[in-house]
């Protein structure tokens, strides 16, 4: 019998809706956990500056090296049962981490957790990506993004309070806790695997997938732009911005945590704005100018010194990352065929991983090197040069005439 035309609009929205609460989740015990693990290392392991710049290391690593996997598997394992994998996985991490009282033994772990963040990451955004159309995969991507954005503001709230109120080791049995919620909400829904196929049923990890995925026009770009935004998101945002702040901005530890959190709402609110934006106007026409709005904000961040300006370029900088970060990933859903995009998705992933890991090294070496506010500079540049990138490929695209799909 066939659904009625209501039911099956509730049926294709039910996944969606498991997948945002699974991210929710997700990014809720990742948000009570990240403040709180160089305390946690500092006190249980004695850890120095090193050992504790390991941890999100090989948790990157992990994430690298499981990301295109998962694209592949997705469908052969089940999407629901790979998420649901992933998310037990990392649990088990968390139980282990709290009860080690190895430091070697702890960094597998946090490397293990990377391979199911992987699992679960992977396969939510592919979902996301191919339950739109082209006309909504903007808004599907932003919602997500905006899950998991919710998740580590509502977190970190509560870290702290947790790591100082209740235990040393109740942030990783809380994290646990949601991961297992949320695995169980995964699984409940059943995620339907009758989605357009990542591969042809049998085939195994045939690389000819990938070299399709890398023809086609724009996803070599959107990977390279996505782990460019990546990068500045960790390398300067995450790490640098906060000592900006304090050592340039002259402002105490409380006031800047106020407008790192300023900076997290900015971007909250404009993903959003830029999926739909993205929607109505094309990729592209939303993408360069948004690349270019930030990089004029980090690149005049240095010559801002009132602690009022500094909390207005807080929530601007936040709302710029925001406004353009689920961009590529759309124009990639939008350039890649449905029975790819689990292949696409598990390559952005990867090289977004790479610059994950790659960018707080390079860019934390260059303000040692050089100046803090080198790094900011330094950022900016390398917006301007993917933005004059993506104009270039769509004049090239305009001159050859390729009017199939989106305007790019």
């Known amino acids: 019998m066939d659904e009625s035309p209501e039911a099956e609009r509730a049926r294709r929205w039910q996944v969606p809706v498991a997948v945002l609460v699974g991210a929710f989740l997700f990014n809720l015990g990742q948000g009570v956990l990240r403040p709180t693990m160089p305390l946690y290392?500092?006190?249980?392991?004695?850890?120095?500056?090193?050992?504790?710049?390991?941890?999100?290391?090989?948790?990157?690593?992990?994430?690298?090296?499981?990301?295109?996997?998962?694209?592949?598997?997705?469908?052969?394992?089940?999407?629901?049962?790979?998420?649901?994998?992933?998310?037990?996985?990392?649990?088990?991490?968390?139980v282990g981490s709290a009860m080690t009282s190895s430091y070697l033994v702890f960094l597998s772990l946090r490397a293990l957790g990377g391979v199911g963040w992987a699992a679960f990451s992977t396969v939510a955004m592919t979902t996301m990506v191919g339950r739109s159309a082209s006309h909504s995969r903007g808004r599907a991507v932003g919602l997500l993004l905006m899950s998991e954005t919710l998740g580590l503001l509502v977190g970190s709230v509560a870290g702290g309070w947790l790591y100082g109120g209740v235990s040393l080791a109740s942030p990783f049995v809380f994290e646990a806790t949601c991961m297992l919620v949320a695995a169980i909400t995964i699984g409940r829904w059943r995620i339907s695997t009758a989605e357009p196929r990542s591969a042809p049923p049998g085939v195994r990890f045939d690389w000819r997938l990938l070299q399709v995925v890398l023809g086609t026009p724009g996803v070599l770009l959107m990977s390279l732009s996505n782990a460019v935004l990546i990068a500045i998101q960790t390398g300067?945002?995450?790490?640098?911005?906060?000592?900006?702040?304090?050592?340039?901005?002259?402002?105490?530890?409380?006031?800047?945590?106020?407008?790192?959190?300023?900076?997290?709402?900015?971007?909250?609110?404009?993903?959003?704005?830029?999926?739909?934006?993205?929607?109505?106007?094309?990729?592209?026409r939303?993408?360069?100018?948004?690349?270019?709005?930030?990089?004029?904000?980090?690149?005049?961040?240095?010559?801002?010194?009132?602690?009022?300006?500094?909390?207005?370029?807080?929530?601007?900088?936040?709302?710029?990352?925001?406004?353009?970060?689920?961009?590529?990933?759309?124009?990639?859903?939008?350039?890649?065929?449905?029975?790819?995009?689990?292949?696409?998705?598990?390559?952005?992933?990867?090289?977004?991983?790479?610059?994950?890991?790659?960018?707080?090294?390079?860019?934390?070496?260059?303000?040692?090197?050089?100046?803090?506010?080198?790094?900011?500079?330094?950022?900016?540049?390398?917006?301007?040069?993917?933005?004059?990138?993506?104009?270039?490929?769509?004049?090239?695209?305009?001159?050859?005439?390729?009017?199939?799909?989106?305007?790019?």
């Open 286 to 408: 939303v993408l360069i100018p948004g690349l270019l709005v930030y990089a004029a904000l980090l690149g005049s961040l240095p010559l801002v010194t009132q602690p009022i300006a500094l909390g207005l370029w807080s929530l601007a900088i936040g709302a710029a990352a925001g406004f353009v970060a689920g961009l590529p990933t759309a124009l990639i859903g939008d350039r890649v065929a449905p029975a790819l995009q689990g292949v696409a998705v598990g390559w952005l992933r990867t090289v977004t991983d790479g610059g994950q890991i790659i960018g707080p090294v390079v860019i934390g070496a260059l303000a040692d090197a050089m100046h803090l506010s080198t790094a900011f500079f330094f950022a900016a540049a390398l917006l301007i040069a993917v933005a004059w990138q993506c104009r270039h490929r769509g004049d090239k695209q305009r001159r050859s005439s390729l009017a199939a799909g989106p305007r790019f």
């Open 236 to 284: 300067v945002l995450v790490f640098l911005y906060p000592l900006f702040l304090v050592e340039q901005g002259g402002l105490g530890l409380e006031t800047a945590g106020f407008l790192i959190s300023l900076s997290v709402l900015g971007r909250l609110l404009a993903i959003w704005l830029g999926g739909s934006s993205s929607d109505r106007w094309g990729r592209m």
């Open 41 to 94: 290392l500092h006190q249980v392991f004695s850890a120095n500056y090193r050992m504790v710049t390991l941890i999100p290391v090989v948790f990157g690593l992990g994430k690298w090296v499981a990301s295109l996997p998962s694209g592949y598997l997705l469908d052969r394992l089940g999407r629901h049962r790979l998420m649901a994998g992933g998310l037990s996985l990392i649990a088990l991490g968390d």
